[in-house]
Structures are given as C-alpha cells and as structure tokens.
C-alpha cells in the first residue's frame, strides 16, 4: 500500500499548491498598490481590527486581529483555505482518479 499512499500525498502536495496560489493571487493587489504607491508613510502592516459599534472594551478586544503583514495576511488566507477545502479537495481528486483507473 505504499504506492497508494504516495497517489495519496501527490494528490494532496498538488491541492496544497493551489491554495497557496490562491492565496497568492488573492495578495498580489496588495503587492501593487504598495510597488505603485510606496512611500515612507505607508504602513508595512495592515490594521485589521475590528471596530465594530456598541461593542464593550472586553468584546472588541476579543474580536480584535490587531496588525499583519501582507505575508502574514496571505498565511492566514492560506491556512483558512486550507482548513475549509483541503480534506475535500483531496478526496474529490482521489475520487476521479479512481474513476479514469476503473475505465483502463
């Protein structure tokens, strides 16, 4: 069962690459704006807390991200992704792979 293991691997190492490329892709705006607009007052981090009204102090400390970068921004899309679709993207794959095998 070793080589099945390795399909298995190869199947999710290709899923994983099209996360990343996702995430990427979903970055690359920002990547950009900062090439197009750079200056020293552009901020190398982006507040991402979240300032929603009528919430006490200890609610919106709970609901706070604080800073990323953009790299940190694209690590955390990739992992969200990566939690939400990985599992299936592999079984779907694995799925019609055994399909085309069972036409030969």
Do not use: W
């Not at 979903?26 to 200056?39: A, D, G, I, N, V």
């Amino acid at each position: 069962m070793k080589s099945t293991n390795q399909v298995h691997d190869a199947i999710e190492r290709k899923a994983k690459e099209r996360l990343e490329s996702i995430a990427d892709e979903m970055t690359l705006p920002l990547t950009k704006l900062h090439e197009q607009f750079y200056s020293s007052a552009c901020p190398e981090r982006y507040d991402l807390t979240d300032v929603r009204h009528g919430k006490s102090e200890r609610e919106s400390r709970e609901s706070e991200i604080n800073h990323l970068t953009k790299n940190q921004l694209r690590n955390v899309l990739y992992l969200m992704m990566k939690k939400a679709y990985l599992n299936q993207m592999v079984e779907k794959k694995a799925k019609e792979l055994l399909e085309r095998l069972e036409l030969i």
